[in-house]
């Protein structure tokens, strides 16, 4: 059984902060999927909080502490792919609990979410929102821990990539494998290897993911790789 807490001055501070990367609020836990999805976002990106009984708008809601506890853990454990590292805190604040679920950046990424048919897809958190992994993502992840090296000179697939993405700024997946004409899998093997190496950014921009040559001053959601390929 947790242990009640009744600081109420620290959770009002973590409510005056808001919503952003690495926390969310939820009024209720009533879909263990769409909690499996945050559960993931967080998992691969960081880690963050969650705190439960909390309305968009900071406004104390309370939790239904047993049921929402016992949602939170089936969600971590059998419908996160691999499990997710957590702790879970009870807190009352004016005579109403408050579930603070505190979710460790996993080691071993993509984190699944799966849903009821048991489908599995991985997710990142970018400012305040839970966002579909894209199969870049998927690469570097499966990349992980391979060695950096450096790159000195550029095959011609490698280069006629760069030279696209240096010529439209900004673009899509699908507009790099529809300018340079190469297979899908090589271009997203490609853009991940530029991005291990810092040469190609990701940016997260009006809810789609683009890719440009990485230069000071780019504009929309830099989307960090440190978390993404470690």
């Not at 919503?19 to 499996?36: L, N, R, T, V, W």
């Not at 059998?78 to 005579?95: A, K, N, R, T, W």
């Not at 959601?221 to 470690?230: A, F, G, L, R, T």
Request: proline share 3%; with cysteine; hydrophobic share 35%.
């Amino acid at each position: 059984m947790m242990k009640l807490k009744n600081d109420s001055r620290y959770i009002h501070q973590l409510i005056a902060q808001g919503e952003h990367q690495y926390q969310d609020f939820k009024y209720e836990i009533s879909d263990i999927c769409k909690i499996a999805k945050t559960l993931s976002a967080f998992a691969n990106t960081g880690g963050g909080r969650l705190l439960v009984g909390v309305k968009d708008n900071g406004k104390l809601a309370g939790s239904r502490t047993d049921e929402e506890t016992y949602m939170i853990e089936g969600a971590a454990r059998m419908y996160c792919e691999p499990e997710v590292d957590f702790s879970i805190h009870l807190f009352q604040v004016e005579g109403k609990n408050i579930l603070v679920m505190e979710i460790q950046e996993s080691p071993l990424k993509p984190v699944y979410a799966k849903d009821r048919a048991g489908k599995r897809l991985a997710y990142v958190r970018i400012k305040d929102e839970n966002i579909l992994a894209t199969p870049v993502h998927l690469r570097l992840w499966k990349e992980r821990g391979s060695e950096r090296g450096s790159l000195i000179t550029f095959t011609e697939q490698e280069q006629k990539l760069l030279d696209i993405v240096g010529e439209y700024n900004l673009l899509t997946l699908n507009q790099c494998c529809r300018y340079v004409k190469l297979p899908r899998p090589v271009v997203i093997r490609l853009l991940a290897q530029f991005i291990r190496f810092e040469i190609i950014s990701m940016v997260f921009k009006e809810h789609r993911f683009y890719y440009t040559l990485l230069v000071p001053g780019q504009q929309g959601e830099s989307v960090s790789v440190q978390s993404v390929h470690q």
